[in-house]
């Protein structure tokens, strides 16, 4: 888009051209998948907050069976993949603004990416285990 | 108002509750006595009062991103906009906990 770049119709200063990838080297694309997940997230609540209250005051025999049901599944998986991948960019929005060692920015970002995959992973196989009836 | 560092704040605290919901997934799909247990950690008072901690940040953190969201759509930014997006947010984040927890005592009491 070139009419973009003239200097009289951007709003981009001549530093954000040169490194223009901006400071988290990734663009504008984690700000979108910020309010995507944000978004399924709003959208997914309510359907959350009824399956939590199905669940309230039952057995491990009960929450198995609900749990293992297909849409409550389905609408646990997709909760989990939003709520994880929302969490790791906020957080890493934290430690850029406050971390502002390099190295110990990296260490922070990584094991950011790490505990939000850990999570995700060990929910995700915790609902495939009470689907499959194992 | 200084509402957004609530925003990041909740946010930070969401982050480690993951760990409670991954902790009851797993101990669902692991068996009858570690979900017991886990029942018996959110049933206590301690476990209770973070579970509520919880459903709060959760539900102030929703509002407050709902807020967010209209500002990045462009709108709301005149003063009394402003003003009434951040106390909707703050006064409808805990109206909220509270109903869900009303409706969360009639449900699970009555089991």
Same mark, same amino acid.
């Given at each position: *888009? ?22 988290? =080297? ?9 309010? %995507? &997940?944000?978004?399924?997230? &709003?959208?997914? *609540?309510?359907? !959350?907050?009824? $399956? ?9 025999? /009960? @929450? ?16 989990? !993949?939003?709520?994880?991948?929302? *969490?790791?960019?906020? *957080?890493? !929005? ?38 499959? #009836?194992? | 108002?200084?509402?957004? $560092?609530? =925003? ?28 017991? =247990? ?8 301690? #476990? ?19 807020? =967010? ?18 106390? /909707?947010?703050?006064?409808? /984040?805990?109206? %909220?906990? !509270? ?6 005592? @009639?449900?699970? #009491?009555?089991?």
């Amino acid at each position: *888009m070139s009419t973009a770049d003239t200097p009289k119709r951007s709003m981009r200063t001549p530093l954000g051209r040169v490194r223009n990838l901006g400071a988290a =080297h990734s663009g504008t694309s984690d700000f979108w998948r910020q309010r %995507l &997940t944000a978004v399924a997230m &709003t959208l997914l *609540m309510i359907p !959350v907050l009824v $399956i939590i209250m199905m669940l309230l005051g039952r057995n491990q025999a /009960g @929450a198995k069976q609900i749990l293992g049901s297909l849409p409550v599944a389905i609408i646990m998986l997709l909760f989990i !993949v939003a709520s994880a991948w929302h *969490m790791k960019i906020g *957080m890493q !929005v934290v430690i850029e603004d406050y971390v502002h060692n390099e190295k110990l920015k990296l260490i922070s970002i990584m094991l950011n990416n790490f505990f939000a995959a850990a999570v995700a992973l060990a929910s995700i196989y915790a609902i495939l285990q009470l689907s499959s #009836g194992v | 108002m200084a509402l957004s $560092i609530v =925003h990041r704040a909740t946010g930070i605290a969401l982050y480690f509750g993951t760990l409670l919901l991954a902790w009851w997934l797993i101990a669902a799909a692991s068996g009858p006595a570690a979900y017991a =247990h886990v029942q018996g950690f959110t049933g206590s008072i301690i #476990g209770r009062l973070i579970v509520f901690g919880y459903t709060w940040a959760l539900m102030h953190h929703m509002l407050s991103g709902i807020r =967010h969201f209209v500002w990045d759509l462009g709108y709301g930014f005149k003063a009394n906009e402003r003003e009434a997006l951040t106390w /909707g947010a703050l006064i409808g /984040g805990i109206a %909220l906990t !509270v109903l869900v927890w009303i409706i969360a005592y @009639a449900i699970g #009491g009555g089991r």
